[in-house]
């Protein structure tokens, strides 16, 4: 299947995840922030967002859910099938994600994360498609609100292909 329609091009993408670290920087107070990167959509955008970050103490933690198989759509069923291995509680903690679809996934990882008492709990995502959403979630920060297409690159995949493009392309049908 080809994935030839840029949709978003990989300057838009630095340029928007620098006006992202920026907002980051002015609501956060001095001290660590933990990074929560959701796996594996967000090992790209998360390196390159921490590297946007100005302060010493930015701490990457990666933890992985799964519900799409290698599926188009979300199955509806969350499951963790990676933890943190820090202890949160007291922290500031960011949820960074790739892309927001049926809210589902952020929604079981917000209670989840919620239950270990940090000190606060945002989201940053880079790609936030508003149409699908069936579980309402509250997100701090958002790259790019994109329409309803499957989207692949910068960390995206389809059945695990195209995770390595520099940019941000339609999956032709
Ligand atoms: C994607 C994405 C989010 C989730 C969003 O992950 O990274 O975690 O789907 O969808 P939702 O809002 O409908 O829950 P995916 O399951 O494709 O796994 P991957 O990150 O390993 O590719």
Redesign the pocket.
């Known amino acids: 299947m080809p994935a030839d329609r840029v949709l978003i091009t990989s300057e838009q993408i630095q340029t928007r995840i620098r006006e992202m670290a920026e907002e980051i920087e002015r609501d956060y107070a001095p001290g660590p922030i933990y990074l929560v990167s959701?796996?594996?959509?967000?090992f790209i955008f998360v390196a390159d967002l921490a590297r946007a970050l100005r302060r010493p103490n930015i701490r990457i933690e990666f933890m992985?859910?799964?519900?799409?198989?290698n599926a188009k759509?979300?199955s509806?069923q969350?499951r963790l099938t990676r933890d943190l291995d820090v202890n949160i509680e007291g922290h500031q903690v960011l949820i960074v994600?790739?892309?927001?679809?049926?809210?589902?996934?952020?929604?079981?990882?917000k209670r989840l994360l919620e239950q270990r008492r940090p000190k606060s709990l945002e989201i940053a995502t880079l790609l936030d498609?508003p149409e699908?959403?069936?579980?309402p979630?509250a997100v701090k920060y958002v790259g790019f609100q994109i329409p309803d297409e499957f989207v692949v690159g910068y960390?995206?995949?389809y059945a695990?292909d195209y995770?390595n493009l520099n940019d941000i392309r339609i999956l032709q049908q």
Do not use: N, P
């Not at 992985?64 to 198989?69: D, E, L, T």
């Not at 994600?97 to 990882?109: K, Q, R, V």
């Open positions: 959701v796996l594996k959509g967000s992985a859910i799964s519900s799409y198989g759509t979300s509806g969350v994600e790739d892309i927001i679809d049926s809210g589902l996934t952020l929604t079981y990882l498609k699908r959403r069936v579980a979630v960390g995206l995949d695990e995770r």
